[in-house]
Structures are given as C-alpha cells and as structure tokens.
C-alpha cells in the first residue's frame, strides 16, 4: 500500500490530497501532511504520491522547504513517485506550478521512476511553467482558483495513468 504525502499553505492541497486517495483506494493506505512525516516513512514502501503547491515566485510551500533537506537521506532506487502539484495560471502565471519541478528534479537525483509525468498542457493558460518537460507537465496539474470545476476530471485522468504505469513491484 502506497502513502500520499504533501504540502500546503491553505488547505487547498488538502483537499485535493484526499480526492486522490479516494481515487486510488487501493493503491494509498496512508495520506499526511509533509510537515507531520519522518524521513524513516519512506522505507517501508515502494509507492507514494507526493505533491503541493506553488508558493511565492515559484518556491515550495514552507512546509517543504522544511522537509526537503531530508530527501537527501532518502534513496529512492526501486521506489515510484508520481507527482501533483496546485497553482493559479491566472495571478502567478509566470511560475505556475513550478514548484513541481524542484521536487521532480531533487527525487529523479535520488533514483525515484516518476510515472505519469506526462501530462499535456493544454486547457492551461499561463506565460511560464519551470514543470514543463519536453512540453508536458511532470505531473497532476491541478488550478482549484479558477478551474475547480475540473479537478475532479484531471485527477480521473491522471489516476487512470498512474494505474497503467505503476510496475507491480510498487503494489507490495
């Protein structure tokens, strides 16, 4: 069984967190704030989602910052990540989303086989996204200030990914 992990300022990730347990029931038996996680919870499984938001000019929320010097004791070798992140491509589109990508960029370093990190960007609009690679978001885009009526249908979507390419070894 998987873990859900991640990071929030407002509570909106939150809430998104618990629509992608309760679309992947099977796969995620634990969800939790970063800011409540050990460096240790990382050992004793081989999935886990992991997300947040886009914070300030592109940064991580504060309680990632906090845990991200802690990735570096992590190996990730043999373990698949898929990735979420929230942004508003209305008032920060210039780095929507980017903070995705500091995490993508830290767990690819470690040896993490991301999955369902190809995912399109169109219906978005925005200048820049640092979570832009080779065209496609390196994970779950998700905008609840201004599209929250298709949060639901993006997450529907990326799940449907993150099942075809979750190799069975992750499941255990």
């Known amino acids: 069984m998987g873990k859900l992990f991640y990071g929030t300022q407002t ?20 969800v939790k704030c970063i800011q409540f996680v ?16 886009t914070w300030g000019d592109g940064e991580l929320t504060d309680d990632w910052v906090d845990f991200f010097p802690q990735l570096d004791k992590i190996d990730f070798n043999g373990k698949t990540v898929a990735l979420f992140a929230l942004g508003d491509q209305a008032s920060y589109s210039y ?27 169109t219906g978005f609009e925005y200048d820049h996204s640092e979570s832009v690679v080779d065209g496609h978001f ?30 069975a070894p992750a499941l255990a």
Do not use: H
Not at 11 to 30: R, S
């Open 11 to 30: 509570g909106y990730t939150a809430v998104v967190a618990e629509k992608i347990q309760a679309a992947l029931p099977d796969l995620i038996g634990e």
């Open 38 to 53: 050990k460096a240790e919870e990382f050992s004793d499984c081989q999935f886990f989602v992991l997300g947040g938001s």
């Open 95 to 121: 780095n929507f989303v980017s903070a995705m990508k500091l995490l993508y960029d830290k767990l690819k370093e470690r040896g993490a086989n991301i999955i369902a990190d190809r995912i399109p960007t």
């Open 138 to 167: 390196v994970g779950l885009t998700i905008d609840e200030m201004n599209e929250p009526e298709l949060t639901d249908s993006r997450i529907e979507q990326w799940v449907s990914l993150v099942k075809a390419q979750l190799p």
